[in-house]
Each structure stands twice: as structure tokens, then as C-alpha cells.
């Protein structure tokens, strides 16, 4: 595979009132073009990752909404598959470019989720789920919960272990100029804060969030700065959880993570950095667990030990950026702003987030409760 | 207001459901409703294995809180999905109450 | 001849206790259950109405009989709370029971008597042989004003009685008929004691006009006319059904009749869980069909506001023996399965608040 990622810049993350649509993927956009070093003339298409725009915004067509105001007249496209909808356009920019069709690109990632009362962002978030589960009233918080509840019957993991993913995520986003929480939080918090869906917390859940994240991506290798993508790879399972094979793993991470390792050519032991989809507490735990990170039922104790924080990590550092749950999670953004992460961390530019000789970093997107995933893998420009 | 065909298509699927009898697999409350369940909540939210393999995630209704648990024993009834606007078709669906 | 081939009957678990609401409106709870003569009433969850119960009877009325709902020819659901002015509960119930297509279906509105009009229409139909098996449900979630009498005792429960006659040898599609209808009719007057106009959520009544001009005159009057019809006194009769707003009222007319205690007793359902519109009579009837002995009569009045009475006496057959072996939940079991709420708890539940 020969696509570099030649620029990437994320905008704040967090309750945003000011700031508009418009505004955010501007922002993105142009620090990500910025930092590529690229003129408007050389981008030749813009795919634009986002769920809600229309079900709560009343503005379909985003292709052409955000080409227009981007001054970036293009073949433009609206990716959607709920909050994997940012991976997915990564991943159908990096197919174009492969493809030949197009040479430079932009996957734009976007979302504005806080000019509506809660329970509408609630209502319209269930859109990622079956029609049997709308019906039911099972939010997302919900259908989580009840794989958590699997989760804890089968390998006895606790309330506590999934407090532990909050508490690392908080702490990475402490060192994120641009996460939702700068503040730290303790296990005790966690448990003790509002049920939101039992046994999840409000502090289990990550929050409801504006922001965006862009990033350049070219065929070929580039200058110094320049990331490689080496896989992107997306997979399917049943939309709603009780089609689902089995209640302990989500199997389309699992799917879209051994095409991408053997595409890479990489196995999980070798990534140093992970982006993982932590919409709530468990989800991390999951995600470590599918990613082949851990064993069943083992991943959950091993963040309560700090095996994969800043810092205290001997090798695998997870969600550097704060995650969903510290950083925010705009949803359409997320699954790019998971890749500019991990392009300032192989750069060595993350700050004081900087997990020191990064060299091969993850990023799973998970869409709904599990129905899409998709999986890229990074590396220093080779 | 909800589609009266909408409702009418789903409608049919239920016959299909009625008097079956399964287990909880598991288990939620639900305490922050999304805006149609408002009036609702806290409400339990249970994934059921039926006695023919078919799995669902269905409302429970009607339970205590010792019957929230999984391996318990439940029968589908049909009731008010939500409350309808005023003026709209009211949607009857499959839920769950313990036995 | 004409009779019941199965019934069926649903209660909702909920119970609220009339010393709650009186304690609610801050009134004296004994002073309240001495003039009702009742402790407490059913009240249905805030999903269920009169299409959900009306459904759950009609299914149990099903499971203890060989008939399935695709032979029904005729249903009507007579309720007080249908749940739209314009659009059939008994559409929405045959769908839901699986009835087919080829049915007529009609709903029925006579306050608490509506369901027991839809029996005699199907007795009328099937010994016209226009139909062999037809299915009366009545139920309810009976609605009252906060801190009126009514909300005292407005409860919520359903019953299914399916119809046929009795199966011969060149008759087709009749059925085993469990109690016969010897006879019937019915004393209609405009009597305007209970009422609601249309769009309007909770009923009126006219206070104790609703007692002797309107119960007491159509329940006696309809029971007079049949015993004259059929010849039979109250001490020729095993049990007595009347329709029960209140504890008092069915004893009451009960005694001015000339019927006893013990010939009453079994049919008050009212004394557990109040006045539940138009299953009401219909439940007094299931419960002593549940103890009923082949060979007992069973004389039922119903009443509804408006008003009028729908008299039936009926016979139990031989077949109850057999038929009780299958049932599933007695009235007395299904009265006895609940779960006391409080006074918000059912406010909530009824969409007060």
C-alpha cells in the first residue's frame, strides 16, 4: 500500500456554542492543509465523515455543503456509518487514492451534537442501532450496558475495572491542549456518579461533543514528515446485538483487525500506540481484548494496572489522546481525529502526551455497537 | 407524529412473537430516556433467548427488581411502544414481563 | 342451542388501596371503605389499555380451547376507554389474535355494558346460523377525575367470552358449549346518570341520581322481565351476577331481589379489585364459572349508564369439568397475583401526571 498522510490537525473538542459547522470544518481543514504545505488546486476530492448533520441539523448533501464553503470545488461525498463514520471516510479517501483515480485528498471528519437537548442527541444516536432496539428504548448507553453486564457474568470483570479506562483517559486528556476534560478523576468518582444505564455511570459514558478533525492524504511517499498507511480495513456485523454470534467480543473488530495486521504485515504485540473506540468504559476493555492486545477477559485488569497509560506503560500505550471518554467525542470526527493523533505521536510532536519511539500506531472505529469497525495501521514514512 | 404505515408494517411482525416464553441474557435500566421515552423511565431493557434459539431486545414490564436478572424466566406481551402524540397512531410492540 | 365455548379473563398486577387515595385527598379511609364497601382497585401499567387487556383475555380465553382465532367470525369489544374515537379496537385485536380477514368486526360503546350487547348480537348471529363462532370481549382502563368518588373504585381488567352452539352431528363449526344461554333481554332507557362527552377526558355522573332512577330501576327492571320470560324465581337459581360499580350496590340489589349471600358471594370480584367498566359483570360471570357445577344456572345482569341492562340466564353443561382441567389462571388466581402501588404511582401509570 502507498499512501502517506502528508497533513492532519484536529480543532478543539468540547461544548462549543460558538462555533459552527462551518467554522469547524474550516479550521480543521485548513490546519491540516497548513501542515501538509498543499494549495486548494492540488486537492482533488473531500470525503467527510459525519452521522447526525441531517437528523438533527436538517442539512443533508454535506459533500457539497462543506466543497462550498471550503472553497473546494471537487468531487465531494458524505461517508456515514454512525460513529465510525470519521474511519469510514479515511477509508474511502485511502481506497480513491489507491485506486488511481484521484493523487491528493481530504477526509474530513465533523460533528455538532451540543444545539440539541440531550434526549434528541439521544434519539437520533439510536439511528446507529436495529429498529427493534429503538423500539425497545435501548439507547446506547443501554445496549453497552448490556454488554458489560455480559462481560462481568463471564469473566467477573468490575464495576472498577471499567472505572479504571475513565480514569486513564481523563489523565491522558489532562495533557491534550485540545480534549473536552482537562480534569483528572478517581475510580471512587466513577463508581459514585450518575447511573446513566446500570451498570454504567455518567463518568463510564463519553460525552456529547462539537468538534473536527482533517487530514491530507496523497499517494506515494513524501517529505520527512510523512506518515504511511500501511492497512484500512473495515468490517460488518448484524446491526443490532441480538443477531449477534456471541455478547463477549465485537467480531467486526476482530474481523477488520487480522486483515489489517496481515496487510500490514504486523502482529499486535508490534503496535506501540492505539486509538481505540472507547464510546463507553467497555468498549475499551473490548476493543483491547478483540485487537488481540489481551485474552478474554484479561484486558480489564490490566488497565487497572496501568499497563497501558502514559508514562507507566512498558510497551503498549492506549488512547494517548484521552480517547472518547476524556478527549470528546464529536462523532463523525472521532475516527480522524484518532489518526492526527497517532500522526503527532510517530512525528514526536504530542507534547507531554508523547509516548516516547512510537513507531507503529492503531486506530479502531467502531460504528453503533458494533455493526462497523474499521481499522487503520500507521507507520513512520518508510 | 410516527408513520401510520410505518407502524402498521411493524405491527405484523408481532403475531408472530405473541405468547412465547424465554430467558433474560441480560440486562439494563435505563435511566436517561431518549425524548419519546420520557415519561417512562427508569425502565428495564432485557436481551431474551426465546425457547426456539430466537434472541430479542425488548422493554421489560411489570418486574421487581429481584426478577432483573439473567437466567429469568419471561412470556412476550404486547404493549404501548410509547405514549403517541395526541393526534397520532398508537404503536403496540413486543415487550417482556417475568413469570 | 346457543352458548360459551371458553372464556378468558386478564387482570393487571397493579393494586391501589382506597385508603391511599383517601389519604391522598385527605379524607377518612374507613368513612370511604364503609360507603364503598371496597379496599382497593386494579390498576393497569402505563403501557397497557384496552386493546393490550382486551388481547390478553382473548388469548387466555384461546389457550383452554381447541378453537383458534382464525374460526372467529364475529368480534366485538365493547369498552368505555377505547383508545381512539374513530378506528376499531376489535381490528387491532383480530389482527393481533391472527383472525384472518373474513370477520365482521365491530366495536361497542354503553358504558359498563357495551361488551354484554356485543353477546347478545352474537347470540342473535349464531342461532341465525349467519356465524358458528363469535368472540365478545370486554375491557377497560377505566378513567375518573382526581378526588372524585369515581377514582375510588375505576379499575382496569378485560374478559373474553367466545360463542357458538352446541356442535351436532350435521351442524357444522359449532363447538362444546361449557354453560348454555337460556335465555335472554334486555330494559334500555335514556338515563342520563354517568356520562362523557367526546373529547373529554375524564366522565361525569349526577351523584345519587346514579343509584335508585338508574342502577336500581334498569338492573331490577331487566331481572323482572327475565324471570317473567323464563319462569324462574331466585330461589330456583344457583348464582347470581350483577354489575358491580361498588361493594354495595350488587349486595343491595341482590337482597332486594330476593337472592342470598351465598348465591352472590362468588361473583364479587368487586370486593378485590373495584369497578373495572365493561369486564365487570363479565368477570362476576368468570369467576363463578370458574367454581360453577354442571347443571347450575346462573342468572347475570349487566348495567350500563345511559342507560340499560342486559339479562342472561345460563346453564352450565357437563363439559365444565373437562374444561376446567385445561385452564390455565382462575379469576381468584389472577386477583390474587399483585403488587400495591402509591397514589403517585398511580397517577403516573394512569397519565394523570
Known amino acids: 500500500m502507498n499512501v502517506s498522510i502528508i497533513g492532519a490537525a484536529t480543532t478543539k473538542f468540547g461544548e462549543l456554542w460558538a462555533v459552527s459547522p462551518r467554522m469547524l470544518a474550516r479550521e480543521a481543514v485548513h490546519g491540516a492543509m497548513v501542515d501538509a504545505g498543499t494549495e486548494a488546486r492540488e486537492i482533488q476530492a473531500l470525503f467527510v465523515g459525519n452521522m447526525l448533520s441531517g437528523i438533527l441539523g436538517g442539512q443533508e448533501h454535506l459533500g457539497a455543503f462543506f466543497a462550498e464553503e471550503l472553497g473546494l470545488t471537487v468531487p465531494a461525498f458524505k461517508i456515514e456509518g454512525a460513529c465510525a463514520s470519521g474511519g469510514l471516510a479515511l477509508h474511502n479517501a485511502v481506497c480513491s487514492v489507491l485506486s488511481g483515480q484521484y493523487k491528493t485528498v481530504i477526509a474530513l471528519g465533523v460533528e455538532k451534537m451540543t444545539d440539541h437537548r440531550p434526549e434528541d442527541v439521544a434519539t437520533a444516536l439510536m439511528g446507529a442501532g436495529s429498529e427493534e432496539e429503538r423500539l425497545a428504548g435501548a439507547t446506547f448507553p443501554g445496549l453497552y450496558a448490556l454488554l458489560s453486564r455480559v462481560h462481568m457474568e463471564t469473566y467477573g470483570t468490575r464495576p472498577q475495572d471499567l472505572a479504571a479506562v475513565s480514569v486513564k483517559n481523563h489523565y491522558h486528556a489532562s495533557l491534550n491542549p485540545n480534549a473536552q476534560f482537562r480534569r483528572l478523576i478517581t475510580i471512587e468518582q466513577v463508581l459514585g456518579s450518575t447511573k446513566i444505564a446500570d451498570p454504567l455511570t455518567l463518568l463510564d459514558c463519553s460525552p456529547i461533543s462539537d468538534g473536527a478533525a482533517a487530514v491530507v492524504i496523497t499517494s506515494g511517499q513524501s517529505p520527512k514528515k510523512s506518515v504511511s498507511i500501511v492497512a484500512s480495513t473495515v468490517a460488518t456485523d448484524t446491526l443490532g ?57 484479561k484486558a480489564a485488569p490490566a488497565v487497572s494496572r496501568n499497563e497501558v497509560t502514559i508514562g507507566k506503560s512498558k510497551r503498549l500505550v492506549v488512547n494517548p489522546s484521552g480517547g472518547l471518554k476524556g478527549c470528546g467525542h464529536p462523532v463523525g470526527a472521532t475516527g480522524i481525529k484518532q489518526i492526527v493523533e497517532l500522526v503527532e505521536q510517530l512525528r514526536g510532536i504530542a507534547g507531554d502526551r508523547q509516548v516516547k519511539g512510537a513507531k507503529i500506531g492503531l486506530a479502531q472505529n467502531v460504528g453503533g455497537s458494533g455493526a462497523t469497525a474499521v481499522v487503520h495501521i500507521v507507520c513512520k514514512a518508510r | 407524529m410516527q408513520s401510520p404505515v410505518k407502524i402498521w408494517r411493524n405491527q405484523k411482525k408481532i403475531t408472530t412473537l405473541l405468547g412465547k416464553t424465554g430467558r433474560i441474557i441480560s440486562w439494563t435500566i435505563v435511566r436517561t430516556p431518549p425524548a419519546q421515552f420520557m415519561d417512562q423511565a427508569p425502565y428495564g431493557v432485557v436481551l431474551v433467548e426465546l425457547e426456539d434459539g430466537m434472541r430479542l431486545t425488548a422493554q421489560l414490564v411489570d418486574w421487581q427488581p429481584k426478577q432483573l436478572k439473567i437466567g429469568q424466566r419471561v412470556t412476550t406481551v404486547v404493549r404501548r411502544v410509547t405514549q403517541p402524540n395526541a393526534d397520532g397512531v398508537i404503536p403496540y410492540g413486543i415487550k417482556v414481563k417475568p413469570i | ?271 378485590h379489585i373495584g369497578n373495572p367498566y365493561s369486564a365487570s359483570s363479565l368477570m362476576g360471570l368468570a369467576a363463578v364459572l370458574d367454581i360453577a357445577k354442571p347443571g347450575q344456572t346462573i342468572f347475570m345482569v349487566s348495567y350500563g349508564s345511559g342507560a340499560g341492562s342486559d339479562a342472561f340466564l345460563w346453564k352450565v353443561t357437563d363439559q365444565i369439568t373437562s374444561y376446567r382441567r385445561k385452564k390455565r389462571q382462575t379469576v381468584a388466581e389472577q386477583m390474587a397475583k399483585k403488587t400495591y402501588i402509591d397514589y403517585v404511582g398511580y397517577l403516573k401509570r394512569t397519565h394523570k401526571i
Open chain 1, 241 to 297: 446485538l441480538a443477531q449477534r454470534k456471541s455478547l463477549t467480543e465485537l467480531r467486526a473488530t476482530k474481523d477488520a483487525a487480522s486483515r489489517a495486521y496481515k496487510m500490514a504485515s504486523v502482529e499486535a504485540k508490534d503496535i506501540d500506540i492505539a486509538e481505540v473506540h472507547d464510546c463507553f468504559s467497555i468498549a475499551e476493555i473490548l476493543a483491547l481484548e478483540d485487537l488481540g492486545f489481551y485474552a478474554k477477559g
Open chain 3, 1 to 271: 342451542m346457543v352458548g360459551i365455548v371458553s372464556y378468558g379473563t386478564y387482570i393487571p398486577e397493579f393494586r391501589l388501596r382506597v385508603a391511599d387515595i383517601a389519604g391522598a385527598w385527605h379524607k377518612e379511609a374507613q368513612e370511604v371503605i364503609g360507603s364503598l364497601g371496597l379496599m382497593e382497585k386494579s390498576v393497569p401499567a402505563a403501557d397497557e389499555d384496552a386493546v393490550t387487556i382486551a388481547l390478553e383475555s382473548a388469548l387466555q380465553c384461546f389457550q383452554s380451547s381447541k378453537k383458534t382465532p382464525s374460526d372467529v367470525e364475529a368480534l366485538f369489544v365493547g369498552s368505555e376507554s377505547h383508545p381512539y374515537a374513530v378506528n376499531p379496537t376489535s381490528t387491532i385485536v383480530g389482527e393481533l389474535l391472527g383472525v384472518g380477514r373474513n370477520y365482521l368486526a365491530a366495536d361497542l360503546e354503553f358504558a359498563c355494558k357495551a361488551a354484554t350487547a356485543g353477546m347478545e348480537a352474537l347470540a342473535g348471529l349464531i342461532e341465525a346460523k349467519h356465524i358458528a363462532l363469535g368472540l365478545a370481549i370486554g375491557a377497560d382502563t377505566a378513567q375518573s377525575k382526581p378526588h372524585d368518588s369515581l377514582e375510588y373504585t375505576s379499575a382496569a381488567a378485560g374478559v373474553a367470552v367466545l360463542m357458538s352452539r352446541e356442535a351436532g352431528s350435521r351442524s357444522a363449526g359449532g363447538g362444546k358449549l361449557i354453560a348454555n344461554l337460556l335465555s335472554y333481554t334486555s330494559y334500555s332507557s335514556d338515563t342520563p346518570d354517568f356520562w362523557r362527552r367526546d373529547g373529554i377526558q375524564y366522565p361525569s355522573h349526577a351523584g345519587r341520581f346514579t343509584g335508585e332512577p338508574a342502577y336500581f330501576a334498569h338492573v331490577m327492571g331487566a331481572t323482572q322481565l327475565l324471570m317473567k320470560k323464563t319462569n324462574v324465581t331466585p330461589e330456583g337459581i344457583d348464582y347470581c351476577v350483577f354489575h358491580m360499580p361498588n361493594g354495595k350496590f350488587p349486595r343491595d340489589v341482590a337482597r332486594r331481589l330476593g337472592f342470598t349471600n351465598e348465591q352472590l358471594a362468588p361473583s364479587l370480584i368487586v370486593d
